[in-house]
């Protein structure tokens, strides 16, 4: 019995024995050479930057993990101080050194906190606190292209493709002779609310005259502009009058017109134009009498005999062409030559001089003068 206790007290002895052995020489899982690992060090980025109504950028830079792996960084962000990886997060690897984080999902014109975070085997360690406001968000809108543009009015709107978050209460397009035209402005349209495309008419125009047109909408955070859109009014066409026919044959006549007023566009190309239909244009015979406004003459030429002719003065602006109101006129007959005989001189016993003045070619051009003799 004695020898049974101290067997059994032997074995007692050397289970602790290689208790202490195996307990004792096993390292705790946060050991290292130099010690316990310890929280990461790590510092927030300087500063967020690509500020939108909905998104930012930072980061961070982890520059020692303390003897224990980084296994997850980031960034946390909330609307308090003092945000955890419990708050809204990104994440963003592992292991040291700089990361860049996307912070997405925010909220227009709103105030939040972040900073950086890391975590390892030992916890999670964060960097200072950075603040900054989303921006306020605005309508999302184009402006659409100027068309049926006169002298004093023309044609544009916009299209809303987002009203922001919040609905647009008013909408239109504004417009000035300077560039960045605003709804300050007196030359506007208000074209109802809500999103998608609408059509405005600017009225009220100066003609030749440069103008910068932009849509607008504006919701519970203001008013956002669409792209700029530049186009220049129409000019009148000129005031014109056609002088009556003053001299006549029966192949040429003399004509013209006078300019009254260029309508704002300088005349190009002025004269008249005739036909044997009524309301001549530029496309039929014409005569080209130079440019600019006042009075001019025109010569017709090529005409026919005895025919019926409408005749029209022109003048051509930048608008168009503009024209006076139809005279006519009708071409002589042909009929023979007139000629005067002259007296005959130089008279010898076989020859003698004479000759003729022609005074009128009968509406036709001569072929052919000369003189006849006989002795009847």
Known sequence: ??????????????????????????????????????????????????????????????????GATVTARGVCWSTGINQTTKDSLTKDGSGIGTFYSNLKNLHPNTSYYVRAYATNSVGTAYGSALNFTTDIDFATLITSPISLITSISATSGGNITSDGGSPVTVRGICWSTNQNPTIGLLTKTIDGNGTGIFTSVLSGLTKGTTYYVRAYATNENGTKYGNSQTFSTAVDLPLVTTVSISTKTARTAIGGGSITSDNGGTITAKGVCWNKSNNPTINNDKTSNGNGTGSFTSN???????????????????????????????????????LTTSSVSNILAFSASGGCTITYDGGAAVPSRGISWSSN
């Open 300 to 338: 017709l030429i090529g005409l026919e005999p005895n025919t019926l002719y409408y005749v029209r003065a022109y003048a051509t602006n930048s608008s168009g062409t503009g024209y006076g109101d139809n005279v006519t006129f009708t071409t002589n007959s042909l009929s023979v030559p007139s």
């Open 1 to 66: 019995m004695k020898k049974t206790k101290q067997i059994f007290s032997y074995s007692k002895m050397l289970l602790c024995v290689i208790f202490i052995f195996v307990y004792g020489c096993k390292k705790d899982n946060n050991e290292t050479p130099n010690g316990p690992a310890k929280l990461p060090i790590l510092t927030t980025a300087l500063s967020v930057t690509n500020i939108n109504s909905n998104s930012a950028m930072t980061g961070g830079i982890i520059t020692d993990d303390k």
